[in-house]
């Protein structure tokens, strides 16, 4: 799981956006970290601990000592990985700044040796008022990290700036700061992803069912893994969770071709799996073509083939894959495109009862190497499924090191 074994403490403050940590904590223990949770006492008004704590599997801290015992703060703040304030209230976040140590959440803070992020809740009025910039800008002077807040309903009713991020935007902030891997530090990777959609007049276009969820999961495994992602996506309704992926949205098979080769020059490695259209109409209308009483025959011209383009043009350091889908002769076919593609590996798709693959979570794959072995994998979700392919790739690359 993405964050095993990491350790994140989470400090609340007073504020109603409190309920969204709940939220947080969940994604973040299901994830796999493991979670220790310390409130501010005005938190207990908004969030029970006892939900809390049974979400967190932790017993959780409001007070710096308890009967005969003490809240040893020192030791939460060396045990974490990352320190995460949310919601840090506007007293909170004055305390913070100005090292005000009046609760066990305060004393976690100015002892925490771990980084700390910050993910402010307040008021609009209140957000832009100079005493907050300037606490904020004193809490980026400590190298704590500002969470952005959004624009939106607030709890006045009131709409502006200052509603608390919300907990996926948190849960991704989180592991694309603190828990990247470096294996591609540097390493420039394009994934291109989607369907495509070919022209037919103004309303009308040839595509296919690919969702890009295989695509997206791809462009996310190889980011986490500490590459620069450039996504060239065609139409989907799928989001990116990291803002840090640099997604160029596309529509036509020939919209692709020249965003993914003029980018080509500084790529490391290029992963195709988008569904390109293989034939686009040999003209597109001006007008929205009427229907007539006689059958139509459509003409047809291909699509440049990337994949092709790419492999045919491919510089020394390069690796490239692709993807193929097939629904016979699976193997054969895709050793086939792997040779005729000039790419480093095919993933092959196999489209058949046991494996649906459009729009579906779970994929079966085999990848065929630049040798043409079979490598099988087990139907797994397709965020399992881009672990591998990723995994995968930089065994083959750190093996050509060797
Ligand atoms: N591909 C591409 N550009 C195209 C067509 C395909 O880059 N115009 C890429 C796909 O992204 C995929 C690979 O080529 O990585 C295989 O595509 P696929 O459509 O399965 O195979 P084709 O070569 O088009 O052959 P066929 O449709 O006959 O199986």
């Not at 952005?148 to 709409?159: D, K, M, R």
């Amino acid at each position: 799981m993405l964050l095993t074994g990491k350790k994140i403490l989470i400090g609340i403050s007073g504020s109603i956006a409190a309920y969204k940590s709940i939220l947080l904590v969940r994604l973040l223990v299901k994830a796999g970290a493991q979670v220790k949770i310390v409130m501010s006492p005005a938190a207990k008004d908004f969030v029970s601990p006892l939900v809390l704590s049974t979400l967190s599997n932790n017993e959780v801290l409001a007070d710096l000592s308890n009967k005969n015992s003490w809240a040893n703060h020192v030791q939460l703040g060396r045990w974490a990985d990352v320190m995460l304030i949310a919601p840090a209230s506007c007293n909170t976040l004055s305390k913070m700044a100005n090292g005000i140590c009046d609760n066990l959440l305060m004393a976690v803070y100015l002892s925490a040796t771990c980084p700390v992020a910050v993910a402010p809740a307040m008021d609009e009025d209140m957000w832009h008022h100079p005493a907050t910039k300037r606490n904020l800008d004193l809490l980026e002077s400590y190298n704590n990290r500002l969470i952005p807040v959004q624009n939106g309903e607030l709890a006045s009713g009131l709409f502006g700036d200052g509603r608390m991020a919300e907990p996926e935007y948190i849960f991704h902030f989180l592991i694309a700061n603190y828990f990247r891997s470096s294996s591609l530090k540097n390493k420039k990777v394009i994934v291109t992803a989607g369907p495509t959609y070919e022209l037919l007049d103004p309303v009308r276009f040839i595509s296919n069912h690919s969702s890009g969820k295989m695509g997206y999961a791809i462009a996310e495994a190889f980011y986490l893994q500490g590459a620069d992602v450039t996504l060239v996506t065609g139409p989907t309704n799928q989001i990116v969770n990291f803002s840090a992926i640099d997604v160029v949205n596309v529509m036509s098979s020939n919209e692709m071709f020249d965003a993914v080769t003029v980018r080509m020059d500084d790529i490391d490695i290029a992963l195709m799996c988008a569904a390109v259209a293989d034939y686009k109409p040999v003209a597109i209308a001006d007008n929205k073509i009427k229907k007539k009483d006689t059958n139509w025959q459509l003409e047809l011209e291909k699509t440049k083939d990337i994949l092709q383009f790419i492999g045919d043009n491919k510089k020394p350091n390069q690796f490239i894959a692709g993807f193929a889908l097939e629904t016979n002769n699976e193997k054969e076919n895709a050793i086939l495109k792997l040779k005729n593609k000039k790419a480093d590996c095919i993933i092959l798709n196999s489209l058949n009862k046991d494996n649906s693959v459009f729009g579906a979570d779970k994929n079966k794959i085999t990848i065929i190497d630049s040798l043409e072995v079979a490598h099988n994998f087990e139907s797994k979700s397709k965020r399992e499924v881009a672990n591998d392919i990723v995994s995968f790739i930089i065994s083959k690359i750190t093996d050509e090191k060797k």
